[in-house]
């Protein structure tokens, strides 16, 4: 039952962190400093947790970085394409790519995978428990 609690309350808090990583992330998209970046490495695992891809760019003080973001199956990208980085001109190493997945959409969605198997799994047992406790009475 302890460990039914700890997920209970593992799962919202996942999806509190992703949704904060995300509006982090948006408003990035919406005031940051856009630059091309060149895809540079593609993983294509079998798992759609393995779909990343590394993308190069260089910031307004021509420091190099790379940054790494998720693909879907429709937008895979190919080593040498053109992306769209945005990054924070004062952080440079902080960007995303954009049209891409973050990181933050990965945590958030296990959060809510959490919460509706382990939350539906103590409803169903709460329920399974009272019925028991009806029939004994």
Known sequence: MLLIAAMLLIGPLLVTIGSVLIAGNNDLLATGTRISGTVIDVDDGPESSDRRFGAEY???GSSRHV???DWVSQAKPEVRDT???VYRQDDPGSAVIAG???PGESVRGLGVVLTVIVGGAAV????ASRR???KRS
């Open 58 to 60: 260089f910031s307004s």
């Open 67 to 69: 940054i790494w973001a």
């Open 83 to 85: 992306v769209t980085v």
């Open 100 to 102: 891409y997945g973050t």
């Open 124 to 127: 169903t047992m709460l329920v």
């Open 132 to 134: 028991g406790r009806r």
